[in-house]
């Protein structure tokens, strides 16, 4: 059983350039959700896709957009990449939308190291 | 916005000790998980608590989530070398068409012999 995983390992971009990031959820999961890592902190909230929607979004500008396609995989995709963008992307994946009353469990894949120059 | 705050924030202890983590907050979450992340990893989760008061154990792990959903402790008895890493306690909030994790300021462990 695969579990979530992610595309590139590494990425080295330059300033003002653009990258798309890859994840694919783990087996019978449908949603997923991407968090930002900076050094020596915790993960930062991006957003969450589930039905192919966009369907709640951390504090993060509209250089960050995501898609997510039919088998589930998703997509972020940062432009106008600033050194500040430097840090891990994590893909997360869980089983649907969990009630106001209940839980999901969210996995997490290896992460995406994005450095920018 | 809601934050977590975790203290430690660094732990340096040798093998045989026991620790506690904690994970305070002053909002309410519908849920309370704890991760592991070793360096250039993602973080792996330890465990979900869910009810107010409840206790969980895993192995030499105990984690106890506070009576009014605000706060959680990690105990490790008998600290080992490969329960070294950076240990990440994160908030549920579900709102019915979302749900989200909100992270806590990670407490990173060192075990050594």
């Known amino acids: 059983d695969a579990g979530v995983t992610q595309s590139p390992t590494h990425l080295i971009k330059t300033r003002g350039q653009q990258v798309t990031l890859r994840c694919s959820p783990k087996?019978?999961?449908?949603?997923v959700s991407w968090y930002q890592q900076a050094l020596g902190q915790g993960p930062q909230f991006i957003f969450q896709?589930?039905?192919?929607?966009?369907?709640q979004r951390g504090n993060f500008p509209d250089r960050f957009s995501g898609h997510q396609f039919p088998n589930y995989s998703s997509e972020l995709n940062v432009n106008a990449l600033l050194l500040g963008d430097s840090a891990l992307y994590l893909c997360?994946?869980?089983?649907?939308?969990?009630?106001?009353?209940?839980?999901?469990?969210?996995?997490f894949g290896p992460g995406t190291r994005l450095t920018v120059l | 916005t809601q934050l977590l705050e975790q203290s430690p924030q660094f732990l340096s202890i040798q093998e045989g000790e026991n620790l506690t983590v904690y994970c305070n907050s002053s909002?309410?979450?519908?849920?309370l998980q704890w991760y592991r992340q070793e360096p250039g990893e993602g973080p792996v989760l330890l465990v979900t608590?869910?009810?107010?008061?409840e206790v969980k154990k895993l192995k030499r792990l105990t984690f106890q989530f506070g009576d009014a959903r605000k706060d959680s402790s990690l105990h490790i008895t008998a600290a080992q070398p490969g329960d070294t890493g950076l240990y990440l306690c994160?908030?549920?909030?579900?709102?019915?068409?979302?749900?989200?994790?909100?992270f806590g300021t990670g407490t990173r462990l060192q075990v050594t012999l």
């Open positions: 994160a908030g549920g909030e579900n709102t019915g068409t979302a749900s989200k994790l909100t």
């Open positions: 087996s019978g999961h449908d949603t």
């Open positions: 608590v869910v009810t107010g008061g």
């Open positions: 909002s309410v979450f519908s849920s």
């Open positions: 896709y589930y039905e192919e929607e966009e369907r």
């Open positions: 997360a994946s869980s089983t649907g939308l969990a009630g106001s009353d209940s839980y999901n469990e969210q996995f």
